[in-house]
């Protein structure tokens, strides 16, 4: 006996075939949200992270440049401190500048030279006085250029030819004028130690 099935069948197949296209939709938009939330959790917790890291960097800079200041500041303290102290040295030091020069002098200036004035303003010093020739007043000049502690940069100012004494006596000899720089002597200057140990008065000035 023959079976004859009536039914739609393919119909059926039909609406199967949808629900399952429609269920299989339905898991791949929900896969799809999933992976999106998943996605988006991952680089909002990066995002976080690096905010947090800019963050820290931003507070460190912020100390760091406060501690930089800070160190300027205590420099510029140092600074003024040091510029204090040398001042007072200076002071203590210029109140026996006129006893070093003259001890210094009497030592630099040479035979055949005669200084019958100085005049201290500031750190120069103002020599006037005779020579015997032009030689002697050249070999001051390199004294006090080369060989003295306490002396630097001398300049001669003027000199010319007159006459001192009358009669038997007088004399032909050379007036110059010299300026020179006085030295500040410096603690910590090995030339400036040497020369305190040598101020002991050794010999008295010369005449022609």
């Known amino acids: 006996m023959i079976k004859i099935n009536l039914l739609p069948h393919r119909e059926e197949k039909r609406k199967l075939r949808k629900k399952a296209f429609v269920a299989m939709m339905f ?3 929900i896969v799809g ?18 905010e947090q890291r800019n963050a820290f960097i931003k ?51 040479p035979e055949g030279v005669y200084l019958k004035s100085f005049k201290q303003d500031g750190q120069r010093v103002l020599l006037n006085g005779y020579a015997q ?17 306490w002396l630097e940069r001398p300049d001669l100012i003027e000199i010319r030819s007159t006459g001192i004494g009358q009669g038997k006596d007088a004399k032909k000899v050379f007036e110059f004028t010299i300026n ?6 410096r603690d910590n200057d090995p030339q400036a130690a040497d020369a305190k140990a040598a101020l002991v008065p050794t010999a008295a000035p010369r005449k022609p």
């Open 27 to 29: 898991l791949s938009a």
């Open 33 to 50: 949200a999933l992976i999106v939330m998943a996605v988006g959790g991952y680089f909002a917790a990066q995002l976080s992270d690096q």
């Open 59 to 109: 507070n460190e800079n912020t100390r760091l440049d406060a501690e930089i200041k800070e160190v300027a500041t205590l420099k510029q303290e140092i600074e003024a401190l040091k510029a204090r102290q040398q001042a007072v040295e200076d002071l203590q030091s210029d109140r026996n500048q006129p006893v070093y020069l003259m001890d210094e002098l009497a030592q630099q200036v």
């Open 133 to 149: 020739s032009n030689e002697r007043v050249s070999e001051l000049l390199r004294n006090l250029g080369n060989h003295s502690p």
């Open 180 to 185: 020179a720089g006085i030295k500040r002597p």
